[in-house]
């Protein structure tokens, strides 16, 4: 026997302690509810028991219960580009990782939550050009750029050069996204996006012939039309096994909380890949009246929305954002869990009329104009001084409590760079 250990097999450290400390000699330790502790040196053998459940400490593999979210719809997605927020925060003047772009600064519909019509300058006309288009995709990819998404301000399929540009992008190793509401869209060009765009999202917020025609205040005949390319978008990406990602959005207010259910089993019928439902925003003089606490009623159809999840259509509740108001004291009042703005940077927004500005939300404010790609190249105006002023001049001046929309773009990512700026004490201890 080794000397070091009594007939127990505890060391001489163990036994000599002196009685008053003894754990042993005072009658051991008893816990709250007076069971007995295991001894976690003999294990027992017994991996399941009577009832199905595992047993721990068996080490046998794992069991998955945690279904994975193959999108990240209601989150943000930085922590998979920390090199770039790094160079970032050490002060680098980095160009986006990805940018929403109108195409155009008119619509074919006029949805009755339309943030657009609100940022000024939507009347018919105004669009990028081809040339333009297909210069900034190409500074896109010179810069670095990695994804680019046409989606707010106007409707981008008014924009014909569009469908080159998906094209364009997935030459220059971009990932193109489209939001669209698709009434217009050019099937003859279906193949081009299902091939070389990374998603198409169709804005539906009905899922009804005569809930269409008030939310969306378009004739009737249109939802036909709308479903059936959305049908055959996802026949031919399924005939052609193409990659992209076909889904549904809906922007959620009152006036349509008895479409939610329709919609969702329209999605499921047509089998597109998902719907988001989230939230309308506002504006900073809440000119679309939204007031966060009629969500509150919308709550248990969203529930049973979330019912129709299956593997290959997946709903998605934004709760995060649905949620924000009443998330913490600060959101009650309307405001934000940070005091600076620092993800415009790295989310950039340019206007369909081709004016870049830092975020929608500031869409034709000229003191925060920083170029225009229907004029100059993209490449330079991300290089100018001009641009990294109005980068300075949002994190100097701009009051994000009283100045911005609430739920902006940019909202989930910065509640993470705040957080990267103001590191908390004894970071060391993960
Ligand atoms: S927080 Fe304000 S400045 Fe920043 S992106 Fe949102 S609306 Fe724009």
Redesign the pocket.
């Known amino acids: 026997m080794d000397q070091r250990k009594d007939k127990n097999g505890r060391s001489n450290l163990e036994t000599n302690i002196p009685d008053e400390i003894s754990t042993d000699k005072r009658g051991g330790h008893k816990v709250r509810t007076g069971r007995k502790i295991v001894d976690r040196h003999k294990l027992d053998q017994v991996q399941v028991s009577e009832s199905g459940e595992k047993h721990p400490n068996t080490f046998t593999g794992h069991t998955y219960k945690n279904k994975g979210e193959k999108f990240r719809l209601d989150g943000h997605k930085l922590l998979y580009h920390l090199d770039i927020v790094n160079a970032w925060k050490k002060g680098e003047r980095v160009a986006p990782i990805s940018i929403d772009m109108g195409l155009t600064k008119f619509c074919n519909t006029a949805c009755i939550y339309c943030i657009g019509v609100t940022q000024g300058g939507f009347s018919r006309g105004s669009m990028i050009e081809r040339d333009a288009l297909m210069r900034f995709i190409e500074d896109c990819g010179r810069l670095g750029v990695k994804s680019v998404a046409f989606i707010g301000d106007g409707e981008p399929t008014m924009n014909p050069a569009m469908y080159d540009a998906i094209v364009l992008g997935k030459k220059n190793g971009i990932d193109i996204g489209i939001g669209t509401n698709g009434i217009e869209l050019d099937m003859s060009r279906a193949h081009d996006i299902l091939r070389d765009a990374t998603y198409i999202r169709i804005n539906l917020s009905a899922g009804t012939p005569k809930g269409f025609k008030k939310i969306h205040q378009s004739p009737v005949e249109k939802f036909d039309t709308l479903c059936e390319k959305m049908a055959s978008l996802v026949k031919i990406k399924k005939e052609n096994d193409y990659p992209c990602t076909i889904g549904i959005q809906m922007v959620l207010i009152p006036e349509n909380f008895g479409e939610v259910i329709s919609l969702t089993e329209l999605g499921a019928k047509l089998g597109v890949d998902y719907l988001q439902i989230k939230q309308c925003s506002d504006t900073e003089y809440k000119e679309l009246g939204v007031n966060p606490a009629d969500y509150e009623r919308a709550r248990d159809i969203l529930k049973k929305a979330e019912t129709y999840n299956t593997d290959e259509f997946f709903v998605k509740v934004k709760w995060n954002k649905i949620d924000i108001l009443s998330d913490t004291e600060n959101y009650k009042g309307g405001f934000r869990k940070y005091d600076i703005?620092y993800?415009?940077p790295l989310l950039g927004q340019i206007s369909g009329n081709g004016k870049v500005y830092?975020?929608g939300?500031?869409f034709e404010k000229q003191r925060f104009l920083m170029g225009d790609v229907n004029k100059e190249s993209y490449y330079d105006i991300v290089k100018s001084d001009k641009y990294w002023e109005v980068q300075q001049d949002?994190i100097d001046n701009?009051d994000?409590h009283y100045?911005?929309?609430v739920g902006?773009?940019?909202?989930y990512i910065?509640k993470f760079l705040w957080d990267v700026k103001n590191p908390p004490d004894h970071t060391n201890f993960i």
């Open positions: 703005c993800g415009t830092p975020c939300p500031f949002i701009v994000v100045d911005c929309t902006c773009r940019q909202d910065n």
